[in-house]
């Protein structure tokens, strides 16, 4: 028996007509996912059509091949077991003058995000953490409004704060705070609010508080703003201690976020050292002058350009235990990887994760379960 995709080996046995195409479609689902590979498919009229995957590391050339004589086309991709991968198809129709670019009307497997919604591909070995997903066994914890007038920014400032399920203001128990960088995107897009209500159902993590921050500029104050740190630590954090029954120790305070969110958090912690022990930081933009990475140009790279650089020339211990994660087909990799050594070296106690996806919200989720555990363990 053949170990070749099965595409590839109707082409090598030279019997990849229509009907054998179409079976395979119509068989479904698509796409196609053997061990090692994934087969794409589409079927319509086109002159061109490829797979735009939003990714780095994968082979240059995306472009389907259309069996000859009819409106079939295929691609066989090489993936790593585990991949997960977003995509779209770009489509150049007869005589048009630009590609469409649309979701793969074969694949009903979508994830939202902020722009719309992509495709998605599950190679073989991909498996969806049991946590990330609804249960009704697990008891739900409460979102409640919170909204603060701050002076750091001179304006209202609200954040959706998260009360675990059982949560007692008149109790003994004091429960860790977590602050959450773009804190309606991560209740959206990677369903944080289900997952704690998981994790501390199963006793995975402990429980804890979350205040998911809702930004007002968001590129501009997570770029190392100094009027952000000010209003989480000087303004968030000792309102929220006065009100709520918390750790109120380095240890039991905790920022995240992700692209950018994951510059703030660090930079925050960074401005008051000895605040918060612990950091979540996901495919951070650790943007650099150095020239180990892709140049990052613009206004709104320079804030991050220097304080990365301030931090790389002077590495200080901005927190006690970090997790940081980062997929390997997303261009970030370079810089995530790049930020290691200078975090290991403060003596912090850092956790690096590389995953088999790319920048977006269900790959940072996917993070979560064993984030969470590690930073707030049980017992």
Not at 84 to 102: C, D, F, H, P
Not at 257 to 278: D, E, I, K, W
Not at 284 to 313: M, Y
């Amino acid at each position: 028996m053949s170990d070749l995709p099965v595409v590839r080996a109707l082409a090598q046995r030279g019997e990849l007509r229509g009907e054998a195409l179409a079976a395979l479609i119509e068989a479904g689902p698509a796409p196609l996912v053997e061990p090692g590979s994934c087969t794409f498919f589409y079927r319509g009229v086109a002159e061109s059509v490829r797979l735009q995957h939003f990714g780095v590391g994968l082979p240059p050339d995306t472009s389907f091949t259309r069996v000859e004589g009819t409106e079939l086309w295929y691609l066989v991709l090489d993936l790593a077991r585990g991949t997960r991968l977003e995509y779209k198809l770009e489509v150049t129709e007869a005589g048009a003058t630009g590609a469409q670019l649309i979701e793969d009307p074969l694949n009903p497997l979508t994830a939202r995000n902020p722009f719309g919604a992509n495709s998605v591909c599950l190679a073989a070995g991909y498996e969806e953490p049991a946590w990330a997903t609804f249960d009704p066994a697990a008891p739900e914890g409460v979102l409640k409004s919170h909204a603060l007038w701050s002076e750091a920014f001179g304006r209202p400032a609200g954040t959706t704060l998260y009360l675990p399920a059982g949560f007692d203001p008149a109790g003994d128990v004091r429960y860790p705070l977590l602050v959450v960088h773009d804190g309606g995107d991560y209740l959206q897009y990677a369903d944080l609010k289900v997952i704690l209500d998981n994790l501390i159902h199963r006793g995975l993590s402990g429980e804890l508080v979350v205040a998911f921050s809702h930004p007002g500029e968001r590129l501009a104050e997570y770029a190392d703003d100094p009027r952000h740190a000010r209003f989480l630590t000087e303004e968030l954090l000792p309102g929220l201690e006065a009100e709520l029954p918390l750790v109120a120790a380095p240890h039991g305070r905790a920022l995240m976020g992700a692209s950018f969110g994951a510059v703030a958090a660090l930079s925050v912690a960074h401005r008051y050292p000895g605040t918060y022990g612990r950091l979540l930081l996901q495919s951070g933009s650790f943007a650099r002058s150095d020239g180990h990475c892709a140049t990052r140009e613009g206004s709104l790279w320079q804030p991050v350009i220097e304080f990365v650089d301030r931090f790389v020339a002077a590495p200080v211990a901005a927190s006690e235990r970090v997790y940081a994660c980062c997929g390997v087909y997303e261009t970030l990799i370079c810089e995530n990887r790049a930020l290691l050594p200078t975090l290991t070296s403060t003596g912090m106690d850092v956790w690096m994760v590389e995953a088999l996806d790319g920048h977006n919200w269900v790959s940072w989720r996917d993070r979560l379960g064993e984030a969470l555990r590690w930073l707030f363990p049980t017992g």
